[in-house]
């Protein structure tokens, strides 16, 4: 769909007379198909210089007009704007330094229009709270919300790296391995949050982005959700999500959600990354969401051979229809991960652990240990051979682990 950002600097060329109607229309059913099949949709400029419409010249005089309508930022008391990073549905984005702590960050505005309206408001104060209640690496960190000038505003985090929608458009799938680290470094975002019975409620690849160390950093909680909070804003029979990435549960507009929505969306993304498309390409959202509920899962493995059986299980598990047959919380999914990471070889339902309740103070686990205990001679020489070995294999190692740290 085109956000107004696009919209707006369509009309503004048209009324500079850079573009006409029909070329207009023409760039956002461009944008439209490219939504619909699954990828970021470009932006109308890129579109049109494309297609020969407009020169760089002409963008770069358009983006000054528009840069000096939405000034509004510069105006928050402690920050200085450096740059305009984007506009969502909600508010723009921008790339700021923070006077007092002379450092990088970025500012999330709510659209004026929207701050008039309480429940958009309560929607955007409830981002910055759920953010202020997380700590961890693989969580886009909170560090201000305020108002200033009648400019409602949430500060947070700058990360220095692409979303894995924009690392899908330039370069194509993910290599397996570096797809599930990533995954792996998600699923242990959402194991925190849990903690804080938050579920996110949109996870797809936009809304994950990676640093330009290699860290994944889970961001966008404007949909997130406290399970012991009130459900004025998610009432049943209406479903919240990205229709290419939701959960069946979500489709349905069911209310009672947990973090086994979040793991198929995330599973959903895995698919993506993998195969290097959505796992329902439909040709709307209500067919996608309908496709989610009904379709069995297309095999990734028949959109690319190479793909191994073990991660095809990994994202058939997360994918379920029914939640009580996927993961059943975060915990349970970032040890499938790891023990698929530590032997790629090795089918991922037989390392399902059952046991999560015993680690709940595991959370220093990595994925290098696993990949540490697997490289010792020891582990490769005496290679478990039925599930109920490698469960207590990986019961007992995990365990004694913990022993150890608490001497």
Request: glycine fraction near 6%; charged fraction near 25%; proline fraction near 5%.
């Amino acid at each position: 769909m085109s956000s107004r950002d696009d919209i707006s600097f369509g009309e503004l060329a048209v009324r500079l007379k850079y573009l006409s109607q029909d070329q207009l229309r023409e760039a956002l059913i461009i944008q439209q198909k490219m939504s619909d099949m699954g990828l970021k949709p470009k932006k109308v400029g890129d579109i049109c210089i494309e297609k020969g419409w407009l020169d760089p010249s002409q963008i770069q005089a358009m983006l000054a007009v528009q840069g000096k309508r939405s000034s509004s930022a510069s105006q928050i008391a402690g920050y200085k704007v450096i740059a305009k990073l984007g506009k969502g549905s909600m508010g723009s984005v921008y790339k700021a330094r923070q006077l007092s702590m002379d450092r990088i960050v970025a500012i999330k505005t709510l659209s004026p229009n929207l701050a008039k309206d309480p429940q958009f408001l309560k929607r955007f104060l409830r981002e910055a709270r759920s953010v202020a209640r997380l700590n961890h690496e693989n969580i886009i960190a909170g560090y201000d919300v305020g108002e200033s000038n009648g400019i409602h505003y949430f500060v947070m985090e700058f990360v220095d790296g692409p979303t894995v929608s924009e690392v899908l458009m330039s370069r194509g799938p993910f290599p397996e391995r570096e797809a599930l680290i990533i995954i792996h470094q998600v699923a242990r975002a959402l194991e925190h949050a849990s903690e804080y019975n938050i579920i996110h409620r949109d996870i797809k690849p936009d809304n994950i982005m990676v640093s330009s160390k290699g860290v994944a950093k889970l961001c966008d909680l404007g949909l997130a959700k406290m399970l012991d909070s009130d459900s004025s804003l998610t009432q049943a029979g209406h479903s919240m999500g990205t229709p290419h990435y939701i959960s069946p549960e979500q489709a349905q507009g069911l209310e009672n959600i947990d973090s086994r929505s979040d793991i198929y969306s995330l599973g959903a993304t895995l698919y993506h990354m993998i195969a290097g498309r959505v796992p329902y390409p439909g040709n709307s959202p209500v067919t996608v969401m309908t496709q989610h509920v009904n379709e069995p899962l297309p095999s990734i493995r028949a959109i690319n051979p190479a793909i191994s059986e073990a991660l095809e299980s990994l994202i058939g598990r997360m994918m379920m229809k029914n939640p009580a047959q996927r993961f059943q919380n975060p915990t349970e999914l970032r040890f499938a991960i790891e023990a698929l990471l530590a032997s790629e070889s090795r089918p991922v339902m037989n390392v399902y652990v059952e046991d999560a309740d015993l680690f709940e103070d595991e959370d220093e686990t990595t994925c290098e240990d696993v990949l540490d205990a697997d490289r010792r001679p020891s582990a490769r020489k005496n290679k478990v051979r039925t599930v109920e070995d490698e469960r207590k294999r990986n019961i007992s190692g995990l365990m004694n682990r913990k022993k150890r740290r608490k001497r």
